[in-house]
């Protein structure tokens, strides 16, 4: 009797000791994870694409990245005899280092930009090369390095070279679809600059102020290049957005530094380049200029998920003065007062955000007298100062406007809000499907412009473009599709005025009306977290 019950005691305290340490395993468990939080996070995107088309660069020195206006001084034409061809590949990796020591409150950012054509070069040094045999090619570019400060609840500072965009948000804490649907769409400043950025992003209210160096050149003189920006956007009933912003930028470098041999500013052949407005009046002269643009934006369902109606725009207005150099002071050498407007709805007809139908207008004032009355009634874009600087890429379009799936070759018809300071009237119309929700989609999309300043030989219609794309995503964020677009070219080419800065049609006095551009692509995206 005394055996049993000495054997029943132990089994006893045997069955009590492991569940006491199933219980204490599980409640470990949950409250210490089993990997610590990283301090060191890496991000990435990635694109390779294989695009045919009939237009491409006739300087050889441009077909590494070619950047600006079809017909621009790019030397981009378009070809009814080749047919180019080719693979590209892009690939922006991203590291994000978040030390514990100091709680979530400092974080540094770096970004940086591998591109190449399959093929192009090897054992060299340069951007936007390095795919022929072998590699070994030294083609890193530096994107972004910066740090953000969290100095308290709601705001962050961020600190370096950054995001410059023309939105209220953070670019760093939403999706890169949200700030083309927001504040100025990109359309005015889409880029990167050095400087300091002040967010504050709550429930209710999106606040920003920033000041950034665009161009420094000698640092003993007055030569800069700065722009300053402050930017609030309220959050109304049934999910309306309303949004003021003022950017200034003073400028005194006289076309100092600047895209390589082309420089930047107001009479620089970065305009030739970018399709902006060139202020030609102002020679070889000295000047220096102050603009702002004073502008408002609003949206109503912004995500597109509160209910089925989707719209957003804004109006901006630039206004500013420049001087020229003469004698020993200054003259004005134009008044400068233009003015951009869009508006873009879009209706959600099915399940998905991508079941939709979108309408989306534009609107720029143009000047049709180039300075002889010492005026400049156009738009004004950061695309003056970059290459590019301002990219409206959110509309749908492939060939008149820009669009988004580029690594070295971003050149659609109209590059810049301003339109060479002609102005335009135009907008597009897309419709989307999601075929299989979230796995298969299609698009049909349609867009069309007008010059608001006719050009001397030529008429008022750019032309008109239709496009298709279908896509078919592997899975979260990962994806490949199919885009081709045509573009029947209006009679505004039919123009060789060159009193603008250059040709309309990028030919010269004696040239002929440019072939209507088309391309078609294959391209895989992934973006990796």
Known sequence: MKKTGFLFALLWLLFTNLYAQEQASGIFEDDIPKTSAKELQFFAFFISQGVSSNFYPKNVFMR???????FGDNTTMTSNSSTPKYFEQRIIPFFVYQPKLFNGKALLRASFEIDFTWGDAAYGVGGNLG?????????????????????AKYWRVNLGLLRLYDTPYNPYRVFFDKMMQSGYRLSYWGTD??????????????????????YENNVEEKDDVWLTELSYQRKLKNNWKLGASLYYINDKANGEGGV???????????????????????????????????GTFFSRNEDFMMDRHMINGFFNYNIGKAKVAEGDGWVTGADIAGFGANIRYAYRYGQTALDYISIDGV????DNNALEDKKYSGVITGNQWGAPAGIFIGTGAYLLFPHANVVNRFTPAIADMSNMGYGITGGTINISKDIIPYKISAKLGFASALSNVTPEGGGNFMGAEINTAAQYNFGPFMSIGVHAAYLKLGDFYDSNDSSYSFDVNGGGPDSLRPVDPWTAFIVFKWLMF
């Open 64 to 70: 590494g990245q070619v950047i600006g206006r079809l």
């Open 131 to 151: 795919g022929a045999i072998s590699g070994d090619f030294v083609n890193i570019q530096t994107q972004n390095i910066e740090i953000e400060l969290k100095p």
């Open 193 to 214: 600059a050095v400087g300091v950025a002040a967010h504050r992003n709550d429930d209710f209210s999106d606040f920003k102020a920033g000041f950034y160096q665009l």
């Open 260 to 294: 390589s041999i082309y420089g930047q500013g107001l009479n620089s052949k970065l305009s030739g380049y970018n399709g902006t407005f060139r202020f030609l009046d102002f020679g070889t002269k000295q000047y220096k200029a102050d603009i702002a643009w004073i």
């Open 363 to 366: 609107y720029t004032s143009g």
